[in-house]
């Protein structure tokens, strides 16, 4: 009976940890996220600061998927079935216009902030 109740103290214990590790990760990620649509970008401008990261989501099915490409080249993320993710982090300031591939005229922007001065 002893052992029983020391070691669900053990697992109660692990279990606090696992949390707070897991709340940490949470507050230290740079990260946004934006989902693809066959007509938007949601949202169809976003910002993170430089060495974040940026998820990209599929929420539409497309025949053959659907992909983003920087209009200047710098990222171009795979092909995304429905549901599919892709993330690309950002290490330079700077303002990003990107497109979806299989749409072209559905444009979105990433503002990449330079980090405040510490
Ligand atoms: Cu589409």
Redesign the pocket.
């Known amino acids: 009976m002893r052992l029983h109740m020391s070691f669900s103290r053990v697992l109660a214990a692990l279990g606090a940890a696992v949390c707070v590790c897991a709340l940490a990760a949470l507050a230290a990620a740079d990260d946004a996220m934006v989902t693809i649509h ?1 007509g938007r970008l949601d949202p169809a401008s976003v910002t993170v600061p430089v060495g974040g990261t940026l998820h990209f989501t599929n929420g ?1 099915a ?1 025949p053959g998927g ?1 992909s983003v490409a920087a209009d200047d080249g710098s990222f171009t993320s795979p092909s995304l079935g429905k549901g599919d993710s892709w993330k690309h982090s950002f290490e330079k300031a700077g303002r990003y216009a990107y497109h ?1 591939v ?2 072209p005229d559905v444009k979105g922007v990433v503002v990449v902030e330079a980090a405040p001065a510490k």
């Open positions: 066959h539409d497309m659907h979806i299989q749409h």
